[in-house]
């Protein structure tokens, strides 16, 4: 069974940093396109970043500057490092995978998590 299982989220000031994990079982996910997104109240989920196998990466303008997405395919496989949080960033994060190409897509992603809370505060 594949399941993708998200960490890490929390409260925060706006400023602030928080750094999010993604833990994989059930398949190996070394090969796997993995994306960040995020939904807040009442709005609809949106692609805040992805990654390749190979490394490449891929942001949402809002978040540009500011998240970073990376990968150790021999641990957890995907993490967020958050920084100079917005209270706008407050949402429900989702960490999904897809074996092809990258996109921001979210219905082309085959696996998705439970998703993790994170609320920055003013």
């Known amino acids: 069974q594949v399941q993708l299982v998200e960490s890490g989220g929390g409260l925060v000031q706006a400023g602030g940093s928080l750094r999010l994990s993604c833990a994989a079982s059930g398949r190996t996910f070394s090969r796997y396109v993995m994306g960040w997104f995020r939904q807040a109240p009442g709005k609809e989920r949106e692609f805040v970043a992805a990654?390749?196998?190979?490394?490449?990466?891929y942001y949402a303008d809002s978040v540009k500057g500011r998240f970073t997405i990376s990968r150790d395919n021999a641990k957890n496989p995907v993490y967020l490092q958050m920084n100079s949080l917005k209270p706008e960033d407050t949402a429900v994060y989702y960490c999904?995978?897809?074996?092809?190409?990258?996109?921001?897509?979210?219905?082309?992603?085959?696996?998705w998590g439970q998703g993790t809370q994170v609320t920055v505060s003013s």
């Open positions: 999904a995978a897809r074996n092809w190409g990258a996109t921001s897509i979210d219905y082309e992603y085959d696996y």
């Open positions: 990654i390749s196998w190979s490394g490449g990466t």
